[in-house]
């Protein structure tokens, strides 16, 4: 589903990513740990488009990034730290809007059917989203995925400042999404979350991918000497 060859992408000498190879099978939740500069979000931008590759090639659902771009694009949903959202619109506007950019023309009980699926209560679905919290936001960010019916989701750290329920509730809405069948690509700094959520959980070093860990292999005490031990 994504999947990277060789990849790399450098800043004059400066190497924000070494080579990396990368395969994320559907329903599989891959998350990326490394201090900051390990090339994390350089690896997502890549996936998204935003950046080209100074070497490497770089798939999603079989469709090259770099010669197809458009098409690619329909393919992922990505979730920011901080989600560019319309303050001034609804969830349900909000909802109704981006997935009419992604041509996708929702009835309002399709709309209510996505915010509810991710836990969003009824209440909030016709509030302005000036006054959601992040996690809120987050879960609205998630609705906006699975309305682009989109097979592969990535994430830059979308669960910092979340406090820990909001959190535990975001994971669980990331395995329902897994177990849906779509791929997921997180980078964050949250080990145990790490651990919680994801299938594989790869250890990142100064734009070279050194380890990818089975979470289920491993305790959240035993990860976290890992990681330590590691950068
Ligand atoms: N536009 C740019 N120009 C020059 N260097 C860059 C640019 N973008 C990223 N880098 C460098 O690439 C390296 C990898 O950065 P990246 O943002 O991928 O790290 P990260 O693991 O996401 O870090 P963080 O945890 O702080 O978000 C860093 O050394 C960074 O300084």
């Not at 023309?105 to 909030?124: D, H, I, M, P």
């Not at 250890?203 to 089975?214: A, F, P, R, S, T």
């Amino acid at each position: 589903m994504l999947q990277a060859q060789n990849l790399t992408k450098k800043y004059g000498d400066q190497v924000a990513l070494n080579s990396l190879n990368l395969h994320i099978k559907k329903g599989e939740i891959f998350a990326l740990l490394g201090q900051n500069g390990a090339g994390k979000t350089t690896t997502i931008n890549l996936f998204l488009g935003f950046i080209k590759p100074t070497e490497g090639h770089l798939t999603i659902n079989g469709i090259s990034v770099t010669k197809d771009p458009q098409r690619t694009k329909k393919e992922v949903a990505y979730i920011p730290e901080t989600l560019m959202l319309y303050p001034n619109l609804t969830a349900l506007e909000n909802l109704k809007f981006f997935s009419a950019l992604a041509g996708f023309n929702y009835s309002k009980s399709e709309l209510t059917y996505f915010l509810s699926k991710v836990g969003l209560q009824l209440s909030a679905h016709d509030q302005y989203l000036a006054g959601y919290s992040k996690g809120m936001r987050q879960k609205v960010g998630i609705a906006i995925a699975l309305a682009k019916q989109a097979t592969a989701l990535l994430l830059d750290e979308p669960t910092s400042g979340l406090d820990p329920k909001a959190s535990n509730e975001f994971s669980q809405i990331l395995k329902e999404l897994s177990a849906d069948g779509t791929a997921i690509l997180m980078a964050t700094h949250d080990i145990f979350r790490a651990r919680e959520v994801a299938t594989h959980i790869g250890i990142m070093k100064e734009g070279n991918l050194v380890m990818i860990i089975e979470a289920q292999k491993i305790s959240a005490n035993e990860l976290e000497n890992l990681y330590l031990k590691t950068v």
